[in-house]
């Protein structure tokens, strides 16, 4: 596991689309395309926007990526709240790509359907192989959760699924989550986290005791790929030096 602290958000933002795109290439000429899967949440929009910038929009061969999520809000795809909806205007609408290089939750149907159907989709993907991502995208939130896989979840200990509806009892909503099994088997997993508000979650995952239902990030662990942590002086303050 990598831990990489920049001074400002700019710089942790800046040093992770550098990632992705030193990932990206050399998962391009490995085996020929990038598949990513994307964070929701607010965090992620501005990297998705510097991705799509004049900065770097011409050092990712976009042509050749693949983008899935690594959890879905269960609400239309035009809604506010959607991750694709926030993707889409971030970075998958301006780099003018093919629809078949995005594959999206389908939150038209039940989400023990929605999370079926995204099994299925990854598994066709992966053409019967692994299904290992080149790179998961992940957020933190401020009560240790990542992706969907909120504390106290019964998502946290499957370890079969792939792909699991989540119900979330304060919010009364569902949520799509790809689960830790799958994550984990990811050839490179990278957390943006910045923000003074993430300081004690950050350092709960990192460095704290085990505890699994209270601090679900504990969870990501990559089998043999890489783990890296993009995080600002801010979210990193808790964390001994
Ligand atoms: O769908 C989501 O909300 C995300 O996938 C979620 O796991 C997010 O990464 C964290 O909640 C942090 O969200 P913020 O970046 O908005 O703080």
Redesign the pocket.
Known sequence: MKINVFKTEDEVLDGLANYFVEVAAKSIAHHGQFSVAL??????KKLYELLASPKFRDKVEWKKVHFFF??E?YVPHTDLQS?YLMAKKAILEPLDLSYRQIFPVNTSVSPEEAAARYINDINLYFAGFDARFDLVL????DNS????LFPHTPVLHDKTASVKEVFLDDQQVFRITMTAPLINQAHHIAYLVYGAGKAEAVHHVIEDKKDIENYPAQLIKPSDGELQWFLDTAAAALLKK
Request: proline share 6%; no cysteine; charged share 10%.
């Open positions: 964070s929701g949440g607010n965090s992620p690594g959890d809000r991750n992940l957020g933190l939130g959760h990542t992706a969907s």
